[in-house]
């Protein structure tokens, strides 16, 4: 059962989280709303969990458009990532190999440390097939197989769009649907921390916490 010290822990979280919002400071809004779904998760609130969704998932899409601006049409290809990331530009990001999943977490924590706008896409070789694997790690591992690009050597900021959108639609997709509805949650929260900037998970996370308070 939440305590009462919890319960105002959270809501001044959320109320932080509101502040943030007017002010357009999205990446306070983020931090305090990761904060209190993290808190409500662990009290076992499912009712205030879930209200940390929706102004957690606009703070993001945000950042994210604000990363598409940066980015003005060109998509930065990376096929390294330093040992020690000491600044990060704004944009949009593919990483390609001998770039792997955990260089694009990474250069994303780093961006979000530095409250630098970046949008973050790390692929993998080809299949036999033909098909372009995409990947992001955080709680979980998260893959997706999609069509290449046109261009591999040039691939359109839309591509790389639809390919974090394919990605976090792939790991909901994936999802046992024998699944208890507290494991559920914990395997949305987990697949969020991997692909924080795909809507639709704040969505089916927040559907989840207000099935399990009824």
Same mark, same amino acid.
């Given at each position: 059962?939440?305590?009462?010290?919890?319960?105002?822990?959270?809501?001044?979280?959320?109320?932080?989280?509101?502040?943030?919002?007017?002010?357009?400071?999205?990446?306070?809004?983020?931090?305090?709303?990761?904060?209190?779904?993290?808190?409500?998760?662990?009290?076992?609130?499912? !009712?205030?969990?879930? @209200?940390?969704?929706?102004?957690?998932?606009?703070?993001? @899409?945000?950042?994210?458009?604000?990363?598409?601006?940066?980015?003005?049409?060109?998509?930065?290809?990376?096929?390294?990532?330093?040992?020690?990331?000491?600044?990060?530009?704004?944009?949009?990001?593919?990483?390609?190999?001998?770039?792997?999943?955990?260089?694009?977490?990474?250069?994303?924590?780093?961006?979000?440390?530095?409250?630098? =706008?970046?949008?973050?896409?790390?692929?993998?070789?080809?299949?036999?097939?033909?098909?372009?694997?995409?990947?992001?790690?955080?709680?979980?591992?998260?893959?997706?197989?999609?069509?290449?690009?046109?261009? =591999?050597?040039?691939?359109?900021?839309?591509?790389?769009?639809?390919?974090?959108?394919?990605?976090?639609?792939?790991?909901?997709?994936?999802?046992?649907?024998?699944?208890?509805?507290?494991?559920?949650?914990?395997?949305?929260?987990?697949?969020?921390?991997?692909?924080?900037?795909? !809507?639709?998970?704040?969505?089916?996370?927040?559907?989840?916490?207000?099935?399990?308070?009824?």
């Amino acid at each position: 059962m939440t305590t009462k010290a919890e319960i105002r822990r959270i809501d001044t979280l959320l109320e932080e989280t509101e502040g943030a919002m007017k002010e357009a400071s999205w990446y306070a809004a983020e931090r305090h709303a990761v904060a209190a779904l993290d808190l409500a998760l662990e009290a076992g609130d499912h !009712e205030l969990a879930a @209200r940390a969704c929706l102004p957690l998932q606009e703070a993001r @899409r945000q950042r994210g458009l604000d990363a598409i601006d940066a980015a003005n049409g060109t998509v930065v290809m990376l096929d390294h990532i330093p040992a020690e990331i000491e600044s990060v530009e704004p944009g949009v990001f593919l990483l390609y190999p001998n770039a792997v999943g955990a260089d694009a977490r990474r250069l994303r924590i780093a961006a979000l440390q530095f409250e630098v =706008p970046i949008f973050v896409v790390c692929r993998e070789p080809d299949t036999r097939l033909g098909l372009v694997p995409v990947v992001a790690l955080g709680g979980t591992t998260v893959r997706a197989r999609i069509d290449p690009p046109e261009d =591999p050597d040039d691939p359109t900021l839309e591509w790389v769009i639809n390919a974090m959108e394919q990605l976090g639609d792939a790991a909901i997709d994936g999802l046992d649907p024998g699944l208890s509805g507290s494991q559920r949650i914990d395997a949305l929260r987990s697949m969020l921390d991997s692909v924080p900037d795909h !809507e639709r998970l704040h969505q089916a996370l927040a559907d989840a916490l207000r099935a399990a308070a009824g």
